[in-house]
């Protein structure tokens, strides 16, 4: 059997025609969504990367003025506020992290501060899964 017979033996198959026909409007819809998702997240990491010491730590809880120095995966002092902030408010002390490694901040405090973020945020998610768990 020649590659002509098998290719024009595909052309006589029922319905084929109309089964291109929909696939090619889905995939150019998964190919824009794809490209406005990529767009949209670059744009987010651009706007993330301009913003200033200031602003980020004013996306802070207020829970953090009061608060005493933490310890990694110490998060009794900032839990009355709730979990979920101490989880977001570790997300902002990451990017505090980026921010000062881009500027070219003491690398050993910039670890020492991303470490703190990622054990309160690790904290914080066992405590939601505890309560989740227990109900």
Not at 36 to 43: A, E, L, P, T
Not at 80 to 94: E, F, K, P, Q, S
């Amino acid at each position: 059997m020649g590659g002509e017979n098998w290719s024009a033996s595909l052309e006589w198959i029922p319905g084929r025609e109309s089964k291109q026909a929909i696939l090619i409007p889905l995939q150019l819809a998964a190919f824009a969504l794809t490209a406005f998702y990529m767009y949209r997240r670059w744009s987010e990491l651009h706007a993330r990367n301009r913003r200033s010491w200031q602003q980020i730590v004013s996306r802070l809880s207020p829970a953090w003025k009061g608060a005493v120095p933490l310890q990694p995966g110490d998060i009794a002092p900032l839990a009355a506020a709730g979990l979920w902030t101490v989880y977001r408010d570790a997300g902002v002390m990451m990017e505090l992290a980026d921010y000062a490694d881009r500027h070219g901040r003491d690398s050993s405090s910039v670890q020492e501060l991303r470490f703190t973020a990622l054990s309160l945020r690790f904290a914080a998610l066992r405590a939601l899964a505890s309560r989740i768990s227990l109900r």
